[in-house]
């Protein structure tokens, strides 16, 4: 007999789970909705706490079969509590949640964008006020609430501790080999489709996803299922604790992150060891520069992300990055790539300042031309455009994009509105030539959801008149680069270096 343990996300209790809980029990199985404290001083490893001695208090003979499920912030606190017992946990369930990893605090996934403006302007605040019925689409989809429901939800809602969030998640790695389940939630714009793209050639991650023990499930309806779908929701939670679901494919040398592979040009080895300048490591051509012209020019590379803090290599020491550096300094300009900090979705202001310092000393070497500088931006880190289109400088020549997120996708509410490159193109006066020329190397396999962050790009591009060379690459996935080589993907990557360069020279 399956037991479950039900934790719904911030602000509400176990309340919530009321008809999915009768929904379970009548199928035969066990089902404790869980009431996590919530005074004002209560932090996650409270919550912790509060589910150890939920699970403690479960009978070990009579509920061998438990299930963590999770949905929201309350990951965090399932997942703390089945690192503790994981000789208890059966399975933890992941519904329409995020997959936190050791030392992240939950605010990193908080969509509100005025919780975070709130923390910055107290942070010692003790709780968070409970959303009334019109907010709380900031916290996720409301598709499939009716006005009662959401009228409940502020009802069944008292405020959430502000130490929930902040505090970062402890995991020794004791649960890691519990098996898990994620049911998304579609009408947020997150699918198996997108966790597929990741798996390939997102963070790293993702790439545990593709692990048998993992199953996927869909469920077309908001953030909020318990009250939408009840009766759905528990037929998944029954078939996921029965190890049903979908699984995903583990792609070809998933043993090693797809940046790691040797990059797809042939790039020589260069004589002239890399400058590392603090966050920035600069390549510089074999040749003098051309005496008429004065110093190299340069071209920024710019990773995208979200990418764990402690990740090993890190990205400026990746064969790809070292590639297109590489590739760049053999045409006769400095390759350089910035190590930024875009570890969580809200950490792109940090992400911005760390680019923009980058430049700064990039444009200080005196071996670069400071009046000569390309900017070149990779998925995630697209959205970092959006300052350098709303306030282009006159030394930038360029702005390359390749297959970029160009606005935030489903769940991503914690990125500032600052972070819209498209409103800044429409802010933006191109009729006196302010704009840079954009460079945009599009995936014809890109996924839907960054597909349509592309076009909306495209569309106000055009409408603000601004000059865009797009290359598409036809059959190539997002990050095409590091799947197996193609002619296509190669004659793509030489195009786009061919045509930022030429911004350069001009």
């Not at 302007?121 to 019925?133: C, E, K, M, Q």
């Not at 809602?157 to 995991?171: E, H, I, V």
């Not at 963070?203 to 318990?226: C, I, N, S, Y």
């Not at 520069?289 to 890190?314: E, R, T």
């Amino acid at each position: 007999m399956s037991v479950f343990i039900l934790v719904s996300g911030p602000f509400t209790d176990g309340r919530i789970w009321n008809d999915v809980a009768d929904r379970l029990r009548e199928s035969g199985a066990e089902a404790h909705p869980a009431t996590l404290s919530r005074q004002p001083g209560a932090d996650l490893e409270t919550q912790v706490d509060d589910l150890v001695r939920l699970i403690d208090s479960l009978d070990p003979g009579e509920a061998p079969e438990v299930v963590l499920v999770g949905h929201d912030y309350a990951i965090h606190p399932v997942l703390g509590a089945a690192d503790r017992r994981a000789e208890r946990v059966a399975r933890i369930v992941h519904l329409d949640a995020g997959l936190p990893q050791h030392g992240d605090p939950a605010l990193a996934l908080v969509p509100d964008p005025t919780v975070h403006q709130l923390l910055a302007a107290d942070g010692s605040i003790g709780t968070i006020p409970v959303p009334g019925p019109q907010e709380w689409q900031r916290w996720g989809s409301t598709e499939g609430l009716s006005a009662r429901q959401l009228a409940l939800l502020s009802e069944l809602s008292a405020p959430q501790p502000t130490r929930t969030l902040t505090r970062p998640l402890r995991l020794t790695g004791a649960a890691s080999a519990v098996p898990t389940s994620g049911i998304l939630c579609t009408a947020g714009g997150l699918t198996v489709e997108t966790i597929e793209a990741l798996v390939r050639s997102g963070p790293p991650q993702f790439r545990k996803l593709a692990d048998p023990r993992v199953g996927f499930f869909e469920l077309a309806t908001g953030h909020w299922p318990m009250l939408s779908r009840p009766d759905e929701l528990a037929a998944l939670l029954l078939r996921a604790a029965a190890g049903e679901g979908r699984r995903l494919a583990a792609p070809a040398g998933a043993a090693e992150s797809p940046f790691s592979r040797p990059f797809l040009l042939e790039v020589p080895e260069p004589s002239r060891p890399r400058v590392r300048d603090g966050l920035v490591d600069l390549h510089l051509p074999e040749q003098a520069p051309d005496s008429a012209q004065g110093p190299w020019p340069a071209v920024l590379l710019v990773h995208g992300g979200p990418l764990p803090s402690d990740l090993v290599p890190a990205p400026r020491d990746w064969p790809f990055f070292l590639g297109y550096a590489r590739h760049l300094a053999a045409r006769g300009v400095v390759g350089a790539v910035v190590e930024h900090r875009l570890h969580g979705l809200a950490d792109y202001p940090q992400a911005a300042d760390d680019v923009a310092e980058a430049v700064e000393r990039l444009r200080a070497d005196p071996r670069v031309d400071p009046e000569r500088i390309a900017l070149w931006f990779f998925s995630g880190a697209g959205l970092l455009t959006a300052d350098w289109i709303a306030s282009p400088p006159g030394w930038l020549r360029c702005l390359a994009l390749s297959y970029p997120i160009l606005a935030p996708l489903p769940g991503w509410g914690a990125v500032g509105p600052r972070f819209r490159p498209a409103e800044s193109l429409r802010a933006a006066d191109a009729a006196d030539g302010a704009l840079p020329p954009l460079v945009l190397t599009r995936a014809g396999l890109e996924t839907p959801q960054i597909a349509a962050t592309v076009q909306e790009f495209v569309s106000a591009a055009e409408q603000a008149k601004a000059r865009v060379e797009i290359i598409d690459v036809p059959h190539g996935v997002h990050g095409f680069e590091t799947q197996e080589p193609t002619e296509e993907a190669r004659e793509a990557v030489v195009r786009a270096v061919r045509t930022v360069l030429a911004q350069l020279t001009s």
